[in-house]
């Protein structure tokens, strides 16, 4: 990317070499590269903190022969603690959820952090499911998606309901009967 941002950049009239020219470019690149590539993005002013704080620790350790505490350097600094674990937690290695965790003594099987997180349901169904169903909530009208809304997302009854919209309980009951089997014939083709 430097070579050719340097090529991009390059004008005869400078008397200069284009290889002289790129060597900065590219130099540039290699090093925004290992700055900015890792899993996680961390943003160039925690690193530089990271940095205070590592030379600290040494400077620390040297001097006095213990460890500072997250205390003293936040006083040292005079940075609130939280920005200082932040920072010195940045540098942590990022675990995979494909990883091993642990083995489980009772089973001698191997629990992968993604199975500690999973939920154990069909969740891309059930996002998909939402969607649809919240497309078909959309698309009724105003009067039918307020039957809809009330009934089943604010677990109003069907008196409730009628109240709310001045109707009898009947034709909330005939309403919602209506709205729910055209839903089902649109889910069904």
């Known amino acids: 990317m430097g070579f050719i941002k340097a090529i991009k950049r390059f004008d005869v009239s400078f008397e200069v070499r284009l290889s002289t020219y790129a060597v900065p470019y590219i130099l540039g690149e290699i090093k925004r590269f290992i700055r900015d590539d890792g899993p996680i993005k961390i943003s160039r002013g925690i690193k530089e903190l990271n940095i205070k704080i590592l030379e600290l620790k040494k400077e620390y350790l040297n001097r006095t022969g213990e460890e500072i505490t997250i205390k003293q350097i936040s006083e040292t600094l ?112």
Not at 78 to 103: L, Q
């Open 78 to 189: 005079k940075i609130p603690k939280e920005e200082i674990i932040m920072a010195m937690e940045s540098t942590n290695p990022v675990d995979s959820i494909e990883e091993a965790s642990y083995t489980d003594n009772k089973t001698n099987k191997t629990i992968n952090i993604i199975d500690r997180i999973s939920t154990g349901k069909d969740e891309q169904t059930l996002i998909s499911n939402k969607l649809t169903i919240k497309k078909l909530i959309e698309d009724l009208q105003e009067k039918d998606r307020e039957v809809i809304l009330l009934r089943f997302y604010k677990n109003k009854t069907q008196m409730q309901v009628s109240k709310i919209l001045g109707i009898s309980q009947v034709q909330v009951s005939r309403t919602e009967r209506k709205i729910l089997n055209n839903m089902k014939k649109a889910l069904s083709s």
